[in-house]
T-cell receptor, first 113, second 113 residues
Framework: GDSVTQKQGQVTLSEDDFLFINCTYS??????LFWYVQYPGQGPQLLLK?????NKGISRGFEATYDKGTTSFHLQKASVQESDSAVYFC????????????FGIGTRVLVRP | NAGVIQTPRHKVTGKGQEATLWCEPI?????VFWYRQTIVQGLEFLTY????????DSGMPKERFSAQMPNQSHSTLKIQSTQPQDSAVYLC???????????FGPGTRLTVL
């Protein structure tokens, strides 16, 4: 079955630091890859989508890129702010019938002022 | 756009009682998904409806859990004879038909005492 591996459990940064979170995936199809962000007491919010066609997505200062060769995709932001503190999930939807999301375990990002 | 609406936001039940969780998808979205989120297991897919028809319930526990979508404006997840291990945040998401982006509600936190 499909799987997503997100090894970084927690990342602690200071404001203006560079953020980088990596995920690897396994699937038999050409997936669409997502980054979701979750704030306390809320559901996950869609942050970025990356397809195998465009390889990159950009939103709200975040950038996601995809590497088919290593079946990995990562999220980065050049300069984080305290408001970026949240849990970030990578996820995939297979390019086949049925669109259920398979999520990574999540990375808690804490940005200190 | 009100987003996905889930009620109640919090529910506390005693062991053995029934719990019914409600979801109202975004207007115009024809696909509805249910997920469960726990600290240990992370975000897990439960079941999926498309145009109100059940498409995939591969994530649903075989006993005590059922889901329905009686009309295009709401879906319910019912848990009979709740057990402490059912305690989790239950999340509903919706998407456009054929769309891969899923939009989540705030979740219902179920606590089984």
């Amino acid at each position: 079955g499909d799987s997503v591996t997100q090894k970084q459990g927690q990342v602690t940064l200071s404001e203006d630091d560079f953020l980088f979170i990596n995920c690897t995936y396994s699937t038999t199809t050409y997936p669409t890859l997502f980054w979701y962000v979750q704030y306390p007491g809320q559901g996950p919010q869609l942050l970025l989508k990356v397809t195998t066609a465009n390889n990159k997505g950009i939103s709200r200062g975040f950038e996601a890129t995809y590497d088919k060769g290593t079946t990995s995709f990562h999220l980065q932001k050049a300069s984080v702010q305290e408001s970026d503190s949240a849990v970030y999930f990578c996820a995939l939807v297979p390019n086949s019938a049925g669109n259920k999301l398979t999520f990574g375990i999540g990375t808690r990002v804490l940005v200190r002022p | 756009n009100a987003g996905v609406i889930q009620t109640p936001r919090h529910k506390v039940t005693g062991k053995g009682q029934e719990a019914t969780l409600w979801c109202e998808p975004i207007s115009g979205h024809s696909a509805v998904f249910w997920y469960r989120q726990t600290i240990v297991q992370g975000l897990e897919f439960l079941t999926y409806f498309r145009n109100q028809a059940p498409i995939d319930d591969s994530g649903m526990p075989k006993e005590r859990f059922s889901a329905q979508m009686p009309n295009q404006s709401h879906s319910t997840l019912k848990i009979q004879s709740t057990q402490p291990q059912d305690s989790a945040v239950y999340l509903c998401a919706s998407s456009l038909l054929g769309g891969r982006e899923q939009y989540f509600g705030p979740g219902t936190r179920l606590t089984v005492l």
